[in-house]
């Protein structure tokens, strides 16, 4: 297959209104985000959001049927790099985490009585959804040794456990949590996705936590905000059994679903950030002077500008390629590249913003620029959607599925080859001595 590098010029038109859009109209919102409430937050947002959806850029990430655009991947990664210059610009688009992870599962996995019930309303923007995977006593690298139990009775699931780190949960509408439905099944056949509602007995929001990104979530309590991560506990809380998605042993296939191009769209915000965190370097390598002449003059700082540069250019190539395969030959066969960009950009990310803190000097470590909460956040981003070791084993394991066993001499021993190589030329070598 052809590898193309140009971007359709109708798309393109569609990226530059969008660029525009964002610097223009979501960028202010940004610096103020912190001391809204949600009630304010909507109504600021919401012509916005009117907006996107005029232009048909709503949900981007969802197919034509589900009220997307059906972009395909690379499209999306190009759109999402520049949604992740600002924080707060996925959700204007109808993309945010964790519902847009949610919307693509409830979209494979519910039926039709499901979807009106939660998929639509969640793709308006009138329902607010929470994801509850990760356990607090198990290892998150490890889905197939969560606890949390739901046991059949009647009509109903029973369920009992402990999840944390749920994204929204004490402001979502619903929670969707995957749980041990089988315990003596295969490890990949144990789980379920099940559909809480909000409200229902047994569920208990016990705190939200706090966080490097927000380290008293009471702030976010007050004002009724979203961006929260809390500890569930489940007492025999009962949910009706047409709450299950799917079929019992299913979660982890509508787990991977979430999954795959949701990385490649965290990785194309991760790359959105480093430009940003980029031309703020920039800026202050060419602005302020030091022993008289620019910052960017002197070696020292020149050199953190050129490795964030082939850092940044490197990450955004391996990306637009893992969409690219994922588009032409599917997820299965883009497995590879797409553990390979979650992890390298959540790498690049970390440093770039590092290398713009430490060449601002103090004004970088203070909360007069957004470096010092973008700093935060992107500490998570090595751990969010599978911690790097993780995505270090899948990558392994994918490259060593090519590599072949040599018994013996290794294939590029020395003195094998060089013998090889006289025998493979005896003769000429023979012609050569017998003309002189």
Not at 195 to 209: A, D, S
Not at 231 to 243: H, K, L, T
């Amino acid at each position: 297959m052809a590898w193309d590098f140009s971007t359709d010029p109708e798309f393109q038109k569609k990226l530059d209104w969008v660029r525009d859009f964002v610097e223009r109209e979501i960028r202010p919102l940004e610096f103020i985000y912190d001391d809204l409430t949600q009630e304010q937050l909507e109504r600021i947002e919401a012509p916005l959001k009117a907006e996107v959806k005029r232009q048909g850029l709503w949900a981007a990430h969802l197919d034509p049927e589900l009220g997307g655009q059906g972009m395909g991947q690379l499209k999306l990664a190009l759109l999402h790099e520049v949604l992740g210059r600002y924080g707060v610009a996925p959700e204007i688009f109808g993309n945010q985490a964790p519902d847009s992870g949610n919307a693509e599962l409830l979209a494979v996995g519910a039926t039709a009585e499901q979807k009106e019930r939660w998929l639509w309303p969640l793709l308006d923007g009138r329902l607010r959804s929470s994801f509850a995977l990760t356990e607090p006593f198990v290892a998150s690298s490890d889905p197939t040794a969560i606890r949390t139990m739901a046991v059949r009775d009647g009509d109903k699931w029973v369920i009992n456990g402990h999840k944390w780190f749920a994204s929204n949960a004490d402001v979502a509408d619903s929670v969707l949590a995957m749980v041990v439905t089988d315990p003596e099944a295969p490890p990949h056949a144990r789980a379920a996705m099940i559909v809480i509602e909000r409200g229902t007995p047994g569920m208990e929001i016990v705190r939200n936590v706090g966080t490097m990104a927000h380290p008293d979530p009471s702030d976010l309590e007050r004002k009724g905000r979203a961006g929260t991560h809390a500890e569930i506990r489940f007492r025999d809380c009962r949910v009706p059994a047409a709450n299950l998605i799917g079929k019992p042993g299913e979660g982890f296939l509508l787990a991977q679903r979430r999954l795959g191009g949701g990385r490649i769209h965290h990785a194309m915000r991760m790359i959105g950030q480093c430009h940003r965190a980029f031309e703020m370097m920039c800026e202050r390598a060419v602005s302020r002077e030091t022993r008289g002449k620019a910052l960017g003059q002197h070696q020292m700082m020149q050199d953190l500008v050129a490795e964030s540069a082939v850092d940044i250019e490197t990450a955004r190539l391996l990306t637009l390629k893992a969409a690219w395969t994922m588009d032409h030959a599917g997820g299965k066969i883009a497995r590879k590249d797409i553990a390979m960009i979650k992890y390298y950009a959540a790498k690049v990310l970390f440093n770039v913003i590092d290398r713009a803190i430490q060449l601002h000097g103090a004004m970088g470590y203070s909360t007069d620029l957004q470096l010092e909460w973008m700093y935060r956040l992107a500490r998570a981003m090595r751990i969010a959607d599978g911690a790097d070791e993780v995505h270090k084993v899948t990558i392994s394991k994918e490259v060593l599925k090519g590599a072949k066993v040599k018994q013996g001499w290794p294939t590029e021993h020395v003195p094998t080859n060089r013998a090889a190589g006289f025998e493979k030329f005896a003769e000429l070598l023979e012609q050569r001595v017998g003309n002189l």
